[in-house]
């Protein structure tokens, strides 16, 4: 069985909160991963709303530095190091982030914990289980579009292991790294008791200008994260400030085959009228969500 991504929307506003909606910030948790991906204006209260520890924070992508994806960093850290946060606090970002962080958190700061602030593009960690990656976007300052992506996997085929009459044992594990092996003196092929189990991928893509390099990043995901700042009413409002309209993240989700969209980082303007914006993608790509704030989705 699939191992489990969750993902929790700590914020979904745009540049401006509101009363139900906080700047935008969202948890993805698989294992023993807690992956923050930037970090609004009172994320850390969000996170109390949402009964999670902030102090299980594995790694922080920032996609870029404008206040709303970044002011809640120095609350957030300080309560780590008042919470005896321990280990090294990795920071991923676009061009110009590690010298932007140098002056707004003091990095040279002595705390209990070290921060490590990378500037990342293309595969940029990768494990036995998942790698992340890195695509640049347009907008007004440098920006990266994120993908979590959790590997194909092979699992033991319970039922043709009973069938074949071999009893489990510590060579399990070698087919499960894809080698043969031999029992009782004969050759067990480990495609024979194996199957390939597919990976996951959760894409986010905020602040950015409609452009080419997003659908092939995005390609195939199973749960898109779009920033979706403007109805089809300000499509040239949208151009001018290099965001993304409703009706441009459905175009994406749908030419890039992605099996769910969650719609955030929508403007205040539209509090009062969330179901347009909704509407407006659905039009054209029925598995749309405009996602609420603290709102959790297994993937």
């Known amino acids: 069985m699939t191992e489990k991504i ?3 929307f700590l914020g979904t506003s745009a540049e401006i909160p509101t009363a139900k909606r906080n700047h935008f910030s969202a948890l993805l948790t698989y294992n023993e991963e807690n992956i923050l991906v930037d970090c609004g204006e ?4 969000q996170f109390r709303k949402a009964f999670l520890n ?17 002011y809640g960093l120095p609350g957030l850290i300080s309560t780590l190091n008042h ?15 590690k010298k932007f962080l140098e002056n707004f958190l003091d ?14 593009s293309g595969k940029f960690f990768e494990n036995e289980k998942f790698y992340l990656e890195a695509e640049k976007m347009e907008h007004s300052v440098f ?7 959790l590997k194909d996997k092979l699992r033991i085929d319970k039922k043709k292991l009973e069938n074949s009459g071999v009893e489990p044992g510590a060579f399990l594990n070698e087919l499960l790294k894809g080698k043969d092996v031999k029992f009782a003196g004969k050759k067990i092929k480990f495609r ?5 189990e597919k990976g996951k991928k959760v894409s986010f893509v905020l602040d950015t200008l409609d452009n080419s390099k997003i659908i092939p990043f995005v390609k195939s995901a199973d749960f898109l994260v779009c920033e979706s700042t403007f109805g089809k009413d ?9 965001h993304l309209t409703s009706i441009q993240a459905a175009a994406i989700a749908k030419k890039a085959r992605v099996k769910s969209l969650a719609l955030v980082h929508v403007s205040s303007r539209y509090e009062n009228n969330l179901k347009q914006i909704l509407d407006e993608s659905k039009s054209i790509f029925k598995k749309s969500f405009l996602v609420k704030d603290l709102e959790s989705f297994n993937i």
């Open 6 to 8: 969750k993902l929790t």
């Open 234 to 242: 300000l499509v040239s409002e949208a151009k001018e400030k290099k």
């Open 42 to 45: 009172g994320t850390q209260r």
């Open 54 to 70: 902030p102090c299980k924070i594995t790694r922080i992508l920032l996609t870029h530095f404008h206040g709303d994806h970044i």
């Open 107 to 120: 990095l040279e700061m002595k705390r209990n914990f070290k921060i490590v602030v990378e500037e990342v």
């Open 192 to 196: 024979d008791l194996t199957y390939l």
């Open 83 to 97: 919470s005896e946060y321990t280990g090294d606090l990795f920071i991923y970002g676009p061009k110009g982030i």
């Open 143 to 149: 920006t990266n579009a994120y993908n979590f992506v």
